[in-house]
């Protein structure tokens, strides 16, 4: 049985959600600094991978991922209060990082990382929201493929080290520092600009 190739896809997108009734732009990616990811890893949405996966550059796209498709709905039980004391950092409280608004790393008990909003501080607790940012949201894409080709293997390797946490997974790993401002803007793109499909959170 045939495999499907693992391909190498850059986008230039903007995504929407409605918001109260107004439409709201909530990332965008641009040409210059487009979002990329190689099928058939898992690190986007399947929703969002099956509508690029079989389109060519210059193709350009609009479709919604519903809902349940995308981050699925709010979930309450997934807003907990704890208490301040693992917060603490010498025996104080880290209110350099822990503060309403601030999304913040956390691990569990297994070791798993993931994201948290600071949603409040209190006297003696923080309150935290697990849910994604986009949660209970359609989300909407508009924008053009910048490229789409197969992925190398050196490309494949690089995502497969970054899913298991080792390095950004933009190749920065193997250049031994000699690739220059490209490098730079790959990583900073891959880490700050983020991605509504699930790459960068």
Known sequence: METTPNKYITVAYELYVDNQGKRELVEKA???????????L???????????KNLNAGDKFNFTIPVKDAYEEREEARVLEVSKDIFKIDGKFDEENIYAGNVVPLSNA????????????????????????????????????????????????????????????????????????????????????????????
């Open 30 to 40: 641009t040409k210059e600094r487009p979002f990329q990811f190689i099928s058939g």
């Open 42 to 52: 898992g690190t986007t949405l399947d929703a969002f991978e099956n509508q690029l």
């Open 110 to 201: 297994d070791g798993d990382r993931f994201n948290g909003l600071v949603a409040e501080v209190k006297e003696e607790t923080v309150i935290l929201d697990l849910n994604h940012p986009l949660a209970g949201k359609d989300l909407t894409f508009e924008g053009e493929i910048v490229e789409s080709r197969e992925a190398t293997n050196t490309e494949i390797q690089n995502t497969l080290n970054m899913l298991s946490g080792e390095g950004c997974g933009c190749g920065c790993d193997g250049c031994g520092g000699d690739c220059g401002d490209e490098c730079g803007d790959k990583c900073d793109h891959h880490h700050e600009d983020g991605c509504g499909c699930g790459q960068c959170h």
